[in-house]
């Protein structure tokens, strides 16, 4: 097939990828792993692990661009835009709960700029 890779194993993709072991341990902590397409082509892997206060999420769109956030009812409270992928995952799990002193609790209201 044109454009596909033969599947490497999780072994080998971290001997190569050493950043991915943040990966690993997100899901070693039941978080969830979503592929996100655009016109059947990959454009990010999504990962996301929610309670009953909060949703935290992760968007890795390639080597240097991570996304991540934290939502909770009203909205998102946190967001953290890096090149690195482990300290933007880090910085997120390092949060204190929803309800925690020093816990984000403030949604992030969009702005009105309108870009075209």
Not at 56 to 61: K, L, T, Y
Not at 77 to 88: A, H, K
Request: hydrophobic residues 45%; negative net charge; contains cysteine.
């Amino acid at each position: 097939m044109s454009g596909t890779h033969a599947p490497i194993s999780a072994e080998e993709a971290l001997r190569r990828f050493p950043e991915l072991r943040i990966l690993v341990e997100l899901r070693d902590r039941a978080w969830r792993f979503h592929l996100l397409t655009e016109n059947e082509r990959l454009v990010a892997v999504a990962a996301t692990y929610s309670t009953d206060s909060h949703t935290d999420a992760v968007f890795v769109f390639d080597r240097t661009h991570v996304l991540a956030n934290r939502l909770v009812g009203d909205g998102v409270v946190w967001m953290r835009d890096g090149s690195d992928l482990t300290e933007v995952v880090t910085d997120l799990l390092e949060l204190p709960t929803p309800g925690q002193p020093g816990a984000p609790c403030l949604v992030i209201r969009p702005t009105t700029l309108w870009i075209p």
